[in-house]
């Protein structure tokens, strides 16, 4: 293994640049954005359970709350430039961090996801996280090995689902005397308390900030009319947020959107809330030229799945969550 002596030396604080074997792993920089965005565009597609992602996306992500690429994301580089990355999210609410880590496909069996891995887990000690938690299609069969032979144990299912939405149907939906209304500015504080209220202690959820909020409504696959806030009167008591992936070629009738969070106050759970701003939501999504709509769902929320397969989602795909247990 030719990287057995970066495994064993100790890192601090900022990654020097190491080098052995051709290849380099260093921490991110603003000169290998280009290649950094390249390589996730070239290569994130092709792997099992991997989508398009846009160039604007993946810039916005690197501006996101409590995070800093040039200390939680590290980069391999050989000769011909980048050619993986490891990826570390805090969500120190929650105790943890999430893993996220891609070799190119010219350079796997070599030991690079090791060493990255390696980094990530040194960054998450740092961080003060207790667990990382890493998240992958259930047919990557090469991240499923990786893992278990770094010790990493299997947690959690994810689900995700698919609707048509010319086939969806909406159930009951008009018995509802709530009134929809659209996301506007001065609704974040409102929408933080809610969401949180609605997430708390839900498997994953790290209880977000105003300012996490803020971040999230002005990426490029949201706006504010695409959260759809229900209530009566001043409160709100459910939402559905959905998201729109900006696709610059995208043909008319193949925009993804999906329905990226749906909640309801616990205290008004039960009573079609949940039902009637779904329905809202999937609605706007159809306004929006949007033919297909996706989203995530952690497999022990019946809740959740009865309602959306009551709307017509199906399972298209299943996700693992691995964790390990960050030693200090
Ligand atoms: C998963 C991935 C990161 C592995 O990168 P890598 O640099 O090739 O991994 P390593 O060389 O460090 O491999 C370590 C071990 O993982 C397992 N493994 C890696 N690729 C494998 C494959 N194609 N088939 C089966 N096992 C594989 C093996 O146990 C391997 O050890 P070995 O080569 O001694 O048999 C890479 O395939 C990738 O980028 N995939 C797409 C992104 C992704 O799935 N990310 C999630 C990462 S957890």
């Known amino acids: 293994m030719p990287w057995a002596h970066l495994l064993q030396s100790p890192i601090e604080g900022i990654l020097s640049e190491v080098s052995t074997a051709g290849y380099r792993i260093c921490n991110f920089c603003p000169n290998v954005f280009d290649d950094y965005i390249q390589l996730n565009i070239g290569v994130r597609k092709?792997?099992?359970g991997g989508h398009?992602?846009?160039a604007r996306l993946l810039a916005e992500r690197l501006r996101r709350p409590n995070y800093q690429p040039d200390r939680d994301l590290f980069i391999a580089k050989a000769a011909a430039g980048v050619v993986g990355y490891m990826d570390v999210t805090p969500e120190l609410n929650l105790g943890r961090v999430v893993l996220d880590c891609l070799v190119h496909p010219q350079h796997r069996r070599k030991g690079l996801a090791t060493a990255l891995f390696h980094h990530g887990m040194h960054r998450a000690r740092e961080s003060g996280a207790r667990v990382a938690h890493v998240n992958i299609a259930e047919d990557n069969v090469a991240a499923k090995n990786l893992l278990t032979r770094l010790s990493f144990r299997r947690v959690r299912r994810f689900l995700e689902l698919k609707l048509s939405l010319?086939?969806?149907?909406?159930?009951?939906?008009?018995h509802t005397t709530l009134l929809c209304r659209h996301f506007q500015q001065g609704d974040e504080g409102r929408l933080t308390q809610l969401q949180n209220r609605s997430f708390s202690g839900t498997w994953g959820y790290n209880l977000n900030t105003v300012?996490?909020?803020e971040y999230l409504i002005n990426m490029s696959d949201c706006c504010p009319e695409s959260i759809i806030l229900a209530g009566d009167g001043d409160r709100i008591l459910g939402y559905c947020w959905t998201t729109i992936t900006p696709e610059e070629k995208a043909a008319p009738g193949t925009r993804r959107g999906r329905i990226y969070m749906l909640g309801v106050d616990p205290d008004f759970q039960g009573r079609g809330i949940g039902r009637h701003v779904l329905a809202a939501g999937l609605s706007y999504?159809?306004?929006?030229?949007?033919?297909?709509?996706?989203?995530?769902?952690?497999?022990?929320?019946?809740?959740?799945?009865?309602?959306?397969?009551l709307v017509g989602f199906r399972v298209s795909s299943t996700t693992l969550w691995y964790e390990k247990v960050v030693r200090c």
């Open 52 to 54: 398009c992602v846009s």
């Open 46 to 48: 092709q792997e099992p």
């Open 285 to 309: 999504l159809k306004s929006r030229g949007v033919e297909t709509a996706e989203l995530t769902v952690d497999s022990q929320n019946r809740a959740a799945r009865a309602l959306y397969e």
């Open 211 to 213: 300012e996490e909020i």
């Open 166 to 174: 010319p086939e969806a149907h909406y159930p009951d939906a008009e």
